[in-house]
């Protein structure tokens, strides 16, 4: 019997656990038999890793309940894979969990109540299962050393298994070095392996040669060029989800739905931009357009905004143009804590960072995301916050997905030729994407107002979550977007196509700025060159996980001293009317919060200048007194006695900034 129930439980039951998994991950059974047949493998090894996991199950007394609650671990993955595949091309990896609070704020865009509910229900019934069988299930009260040696043996010779198998199969051990779309990925060697890479896979590789000597070959070799004299303000817009829908060759419009960007397109500087990801991971396309580096180059799927940059500053073309008087600006029509762009700005050298907590005007998309009609007016207020030259990043969010459900009752574009079941959700994206175009639009008209030099760099940061596939697109190409560069100044028309990695330098080359190791490594550097990307590999671990050999053996980048909102949120006075308590101040919007004396206070947001209190609040003549110095002492201006505070949080209920504590003694009647 012991050896009918060990074959059972840790050799069929990861075998069908594998199946299980891959039939999710594939969203097909045929597609799970066609794996194992053709990859046998790779089927194998993939249900190794699951036998492996499985196996811990045979140290402990009620084995039957551990080995379930693995099981029901690799379950549930699959399940969230198998969803997660649904509203976004890449599939469930490690870095997932480091971005569970990201997911949650989102998460009323793709799920509705119902299902959240449903959701809830599952994970309750999931864990009384877990409860209920770990109270039931049997105890092995003779678990001696015997058992121990043996799990023990289990378990070496698993991971020996796993190793030598890795080792000796090259299409098992492709994935640490010859990925490139993770989705491929994923599809080609199977969950559990590249899930488990995903763990072990992250921050970049030390290169074999890296030493002082072979980077100072690299940076010996780069030329001091002057930069120019010329200073103009250059700004960056990321367009989420953006493409030329003309590349998908069987859609047809009842208009042209990017008539502007077209335009622009024909009479400046433009080319395709190959981008780090398709259909999500926003972020990553976003840390190669501003480090110069590439996400490639890191972990699979890895973030960077979630790990490495989350403490460690870096060189930026923020960093780069600080050393030349710019000032420098990031506005996003979303919350600041995504991605976690309120800590990682302050760390490649952003001075501001307006996200929609400091914005008045917001309306909403039929999906709930903001509109981006806002933008072109955020954007301007970043160029005259200052009286020197400004960079400017934009980063849009309208065009975000999810696009299916959503039925437009009178489109203005309307879109024939789209595949069957996704008619619905084409005609709603572009539709999002020509009111984007009509944003682009009334930036370069204010901007052609100015008597201000300017660079505007616009870009889509992926493909759109919408089923593409490559044989849909006349460039065969999941990974490229567009990219188009207006200026006033009479740049020459470039046609050029780039890795998002290149684009900044090559836009700054364009006005001749030469500021930065990597800025100059990738104007100067031939980039068909055999060395150019180790060469860069290189630089990147140089700065970011080695001892900065590149500047001496000295971090030269520090954190900036990151202003929340392109201005700050001031409170200027506190009024007693005769509807109660009126705060003044600039800046307010309604995600600022009152504080008095620590203590929440009910308001309303009344316009950017004015916060009303609610009428029950009233001041006793003992707080209206001057308390002097506070007895203890306080580290945030909420903790001052006796005085206003407005804060500025995040949906979640993260601080984002607050104003200076004002002393109830100076309340004016």
């Known amino acids: 019997m012991k050896v009918k129930r060990y074959v059972s439980f840790y050799i069929l039951l990861p075998i069908v656990l594998e ?23 790779l089927f194998a090894f993939n249900t190794l890793i699951i036998m492996l996991t499985l196996s811990i199950a045979m140290f402990f007394k009620r084995e039957v309940f551990a080995l379930t609650t693995i099981s029901v671990v690799w379950v549930i993955f699959g399940i969230v894979n198998f969803v997660i595949l649904h509203f976004r091309v890449t599939p469930f990896s490690a870095v997932d969990f480091t971005l569970i609070k990201s997911a949650i704020s989102v998460s009323s865009h793709y799920l509705n109540l119902f299902t959240i509910a449903m959701i809830i229900v599952a994970i309750f019934v999931v864990l009384i299962g877990l409860i209920c069988l770990f109270r039931k299930a049997p105890v092995n009260e003779q678990h001696g050393h015997r058992k121990i040696i043996f799990s023990i043996l289990c378990c070496l010779t698993l991971g020996v298994a796993i190793i030598v198998l890795h080792r000796s199969s090259n299409s098992v051990q492709a994935l640490s070095t010859h990925y490139t779309n993770i989705s491929e990925a994923y599809e080609n060697y199977g969950f559990a392996y590249c899930f488990a890479n995903s763990i072990l896979d992250t921050g970049i590789k030390k290169p074999g040669d890296y030493s002082k ?98 403490s460690k500053t870096s060189e930026s073309i923020c960093t780069d143009l600080k050393k030349l008087g710019y000032s420098t600006h990031a506005v996003h029509n979303n919350e600041a804590t995504f991605y976690g762009r309120n800590t990682v700005f302050s760390n490649i050298g952003f001075d501001t960072f307006c996200s929609m907590e400091y914005m008045n005007g917001l309306t909403d998309s039929p999906n709930g995301w903001s509109n981006d009609d806002v933008l072109s007016r955020e954007i301007m207020k970043t160029l005259d916050s200052t009286s020197g030259p400004d960079f400017t990043m934009a980063i849009t969010v309208q065009s975000h997905g999810k696009y299916d459900g959503i039925a437009l009752d009178d489109p203005t574009i309307k879109v024939t030729g789209a595949p069957e079941g996704k008619e619905q ?17 009334t930036l370069i008209k204010e901007l052609s107002n100015r008597k201000e030099e300017t660079v505007l760099v616009l870009y889509g940061d992926h493909l759109p979550s919408l089923d593409i596939q490559k044989d849909d697109l006349s460039n065969a190409n999941l990974y490229q977007t567009q990219y188009v560069v207006w200026d006033n100044m009479n740049l020459k028309k470039k046609t050029k196509n780039l890795h998002a990695y290149q684009l900044y330098a090559e836009v700054l080359d364009r006005i001749q700025i030469h500021e930065g190791m990597i800025t100059k490594y990738h104007q100067q ?60 101040g600039s800046g307010f919007t309604p995600y600022c919060k009152v504080y008095y004396d620590g203590t929440l206070v009910e308001s309303e947001w009344i316009s950017s200048e004015c916060l009303q209190l609610q009428d029950e609040f009233e001041l006793d003549e003992a707080d209206k007194k001057d308390s002097g110095e506070p007895e203890t002492e306080v580290t945030e201006p909420r903790d001052v006695p006796n005085a206003f505070v407005v804060e500025v949080q995040s949906d979640d209920g993260v601080v984002l900034s607050s104003t200076q504590a004002y002393p109830a003694s100076q309340v004016k009647k």
């Open 425 to 441: 959700a084409y005609e709603y994206y572009v539709n999002e994407i020509h009111e984007v175009d009509r944003m682009i639009d």
């Open 19 to 41: 199946f299980l998994i891959e039939a999710l991950s594939r969203k097909s059974l045929i597609a799970a038999v066609k794996y194992a047949i053709n990859s046998p493998l």
């Open 525 to 584: 550097t031939k980039h068909r060159s055999k060395l150019y990307l180790t060469g860069l590999t290189t630089l990147s671990y140089d700065l970011l996980y080695g001892d900065n050999y590149a500047y001496d053996g000295e971090n030269p980048f520090k954190q900036t001293e990151l202003q929340m909102g392109t201005e700050p949120v001031k409170l200027t006075s506190v009024q007693k009317t005769k509807s109660g308590y009126r705060v003044v």
């Open 213 to 310: 000597q072979s980077v100072k070959k690299i940076t010996k070799a780069l030329k001091d060029e002057k930069n120019t004299d010329k200073r103009p303000n250059i700004i960056f817009i990321q367009l989420e989800s953006f493409f030329d829908v003309g590349y998908e060759k069987n859609l047809q419009f009842s208009e042209d739905p990017l008539p502007v960007f077209h335009s622009l397109q024909k009479k400046y500087s433009s080319g395709l931009v190959t981008v780090p990801t398709v259909g999500a991971g926003t972020v990553n396309t976003e840390f190669e357009i501003l480090t110069g580096m590439r996400q490639h180059d890191f972990g699979v799927s890895e973030y960077p905004y979630k790990t490495v940059l989350k």
